[in-house]
């Protein structure tokens, strides 16, 4: 007897991918941050193809950037991060 409940949204957490980086997005207490807009989306966008069309509809210019840019990025905005929020890792 196996209840088949579906599991509820929260509960299936996705979580960030290191590649996700080169759609210029960072990982914000698990949900996706463009890095160019500053926009925080959902975690059910953590996903490549969200992320990609996000990068694609939203920043066509910056499909090709620089991944060196974007670590540079990234760096800048994670000492921001663990700055203000360092009990939340886990
Ligand atoms: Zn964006």
Known sequence: MMPRRQAPAVSKKRKYDESYISFG????????????CSKLLPNSSMAPAKLRRHL???HPESKDKNK????????????????ACNTNYQ
């Open 68 to 83: 060196e840019f974007l670590f540079v990025k990234r760096t800048v905005i994670e000492s921001q991060k663990y700055d």
């Open 25 to 36: 997005f960072v990982d914000s207490n698990g949900s996706p941050l463009c890095m160019l």
């Open 56 to 58: 694609e509809t939203v």
